[in-house]
């Protein structure tokens, strides 16, 4: 899809290796480079060795690993040697940080011109927070997101890093939106991507509620996904989710549980009348499915085409046969970590899944490979990785520099 497209990127943690990944995954080659201890996900999660735990394997496939010292100044050099050969060029740190390293975009597009340059962070640089530090749980906490989940109790945060993942989605479609416009005009450009802004127009897509208006006419708020009663219900045996949403489903349900007479009550009868009044009808749901064996109401759903599904764990998702039927894992065998199981971008196109991924690399990995790809000599190199300058990471069999200073 976008092969030919490089991407220089200096991301770390989820966000921008989640949006990196995926521009990977559609064809673009992307060079990761990272510092002497590599990116921070290399030590969380599961692992067999050191510097390879499970959310960088499944993070960083089909990228290329370039390890320096970027605190050196011949690293500077190095990053725009690349980066004037490159199509994108993307980080994810704060204003100073990023300026410290001589890396920021006026620097860097003064190399090269075309060049899409990319920011995600924490706060737009317009707004009075430009430059502050930010993680996941402060955006949702800033964002309503912690708000909404305490659904009128002490907040809490989703149970996965959800604005981080929404603003790698958002910087996607910024970087090629970007790379579309160059196609179409010969210029390149910047792009930034703020997690705050990100996350706050992800909540009010439905959230806005009445204040859509100017004066407002309502609270900012969807009741339907608000109330206390939208959750899984239980049954008998377990737990099960269903949502009964349009007036057909509606009839269907409270004729299944034997009271069809709801249909006729003012609090149903209509679909502005049943949003101002969901409490009473998930209340209705709840109390109906606890007398049943949750096989016999999946089966009854099913026949009246009333979505419903069973509630899930994560580890049940490595068993659930769609997914098996759809290929969504791939199985990889990584030549340091053995044999892996990750999960696939789920867009196909033209009703086909991208091909296997390269997996993710090892430190340092390809520092060799990609530095004789920008034109530097082998003598500079090999002086450069006995300086610590690069960090080689190349597997002993590899042709070229000694690999003594493999890690992990």
Not at 5 to 17: A, Q
Not at 104 to 115: F, M, Q, W, Y
Not at 279 to 285: E, G, N, R
Request: neutral net charge.
């Amino acid at each position: 899809m976008i092969e030919g497209i490089r991407i220089v990127d200096l991301t770390t943690v989820v966000l921008g290796p989640y949006c990196t990944q995926i521009l990977a995954d559609l064809g673009a080659d992307v060079v990761k480079i990272e510092g002497p201890d590599g990116d921070s996900t290399r030590y969380i999660g599961s692992a067999k060795n050191a510097g390879m735990c499970s959310i960088y394997l499944n993070l960083n496939r089909n990228k290329r690993s370039l390890a320096l010292d970027l605190k050196r100044p011949e690293s500077r050099d190095l990053v725009l040697k690349l980066a004037a050969g490159a199509d994108v060029f993307m980080h994810s740190m704060r204003p100073r940080a990023i300026e410290r390293l001589g890396l920021d975009e006026k620097a860097v597009r003064a190399v090269n011109s075309r060049l899409v340059y990319c920011v995600a962070t924490g706060y737009g640089a317009a707004g009075r927070y430009g430059g502050r530090p930010a993680y996941d749980d402060v955006i949702q906490a800033m964002s309503g997101i912690a708000a909404l989940q305490g659904k009128g109790g002490d907040p809490d945060y989703c149970v996965t890093v959800l604005a981080d993942k929404v603003t790698g989605l958002c910087a996607v479609y910024g970087v090629l939106a970007a790379l579309l416009r160059r196609a179409r005009t010969g210029e390149g450009g910047s792009v930034e991507v703020p997690m705050f802004e990100a996350a706050a127009s992800f909540v009010l897509a439905e959230h806005i509620g009445g204040h859509a208006f100017d004066p407002p006419i309502g609270p900012a708020t969807y009741a339907r996904v608000t109330t206390e009663y939208r959750r899984p219900y239980r049954t008998r045996d377990g737990f099960i989710s269903v949502i009964v949403y349009t007036e057909r489903q509606w009839r269907s349900f409270l004729g299944l549980i034997g009271r069809p007479e709801l249909m006729q009550d003012k609090r149903v009868a209509s679909f502005e009348a049943r949003t101002r009044n969901i409490d009473f009808l998930y209340k209705t749901i709840e109390d109906a499915l606890a007398g049943r064996h949750t096989a016999d109401w999946l089966a009854d759903f099913a026949e009246l085409d009333v979505p419903a599904m069973p509630v899930l764990t994560t580890e049940d998702l490595f068993d659930e046969p769609h997914l098996d039927d759809a290929g969504f894992f791939e199985r990889q065998r990584h030549p340091t970590e053995g044999k892996l199981r990750l999960p696939r971008q789920p867009v196909r196109f033209d009703g086909a899944q991208r091909p296997d991924s390269r997996p993710a690399p090892r430190l340092g990995r390809d520092s060799v490979a990609v530095l004789r790809e920008a034109g530097i000599a082998e003598g500079e190199i090999r002086r450069l990785v006995e300086q610590g300058v690069v960090i080689d990471g190349s597997p002993i069999d590899a042709p070229g520099i000694d690999a003594h200073a493999q890690l992990g």
